[in-house]
């Protein structure tokens, strides 16, 4: 696929996911958004929390220093997809990207994830993706900018459908 096929598909992929996002957090009333559906659970508020944290990493690696990658800009989104997407697994999450334990404001929480989904996308159509960032990814080393754009998209996903889940069991308590 060429570039420009490539990087478009990133960047609806990208606007659709954050698109989701949005609108996951804001089905959520103000009350809800900090509630904790079931032990073990986090609340959506702290879902919302650990993605802005992830997503402000990404931003971080997009315009932080970068180099010429040696490889395919894509040749890891395969790999990311697989893990990330992979329902089955639970897993830990980084502590720098843990949420807070305080109680979120939801439309603080939802400008934060506005702006900073806007900054992505702003990167994808601005920068050249083929380069490789030079803050390594957790556990994977250097990834390209490419690469981090379909981590923030995978990510997310799996996240969205997380708090899609804790929406599910706070409606299901409300009706028994």
Partial sequence: MKKEKKT???ATAFEDTAKDLLATVSSFSEKEFNEIPFEGSWSAAQVADH????LKGTVNALHGDVRPAEREPDEHVEKLKS???N??????????????EQPLQKEMIYQNLKDITDAISKAIHSL???FASTIPFPKSGELTRHEWISFAVFHTQ???RQMKNIKKHLDAAIVK
Avoid: N
């Fill in 51 to 54: 993605v802005r944290k992830s």
């Fill in 83 to 85: 893990i990330f997407l």
């Fill in 158 to 160: 799996r996240h969205i």
């Fill in 128 to 130: 050249d993706l083929s």
């Fill in 87 to 100: 329902f089955d697994i639970k897993m830990q999450s980084p502590e720098f990207i843990l949420p807070s």
């Fill in 8 to 10: 478009t598909a990133l």
